[in-house]
């Protein structure tokens, strides 16, 4: 799944996130720190950014991960075996 589609996922969950590089928002350019280490553009643009702050709480944390989890397994049970 690339990271704009995550992003939707997790935005319909209630949960924000976005995809891309801090510095590029805007753009539909993959991390360049993901590319840098050397990951092929493909597993670099699945890349997806969370924002923390002093706000944040573990709650908010909980519901990023299980969210997360659901979107693994909705895709895990739609791959062709």
Request: charged share 25%.
């Amino acid at each position: 799944m690339d990271g704009a589609t995550a992003v939707v996922a997790l935005d319909r969950m209630g949960i924000c996130a976005s995809s891309g590089a801090a510095c590029s928002s805007g753009a539909i350019e993959p991390s360049h720190v993901l590319e840098a280490i050397g990951l092929p553009r493909e597993r670099a643009e699945s890349g997806i950014r969370f924002s923390l702050g002093r706000a944040t709480t573990e709650e908010d944390l909980e519901a990023a991960a299980d969210a997360l989890a659901r979107i693994a397994k909705g895709l895990l049970e739609e791959r062709p075996r």
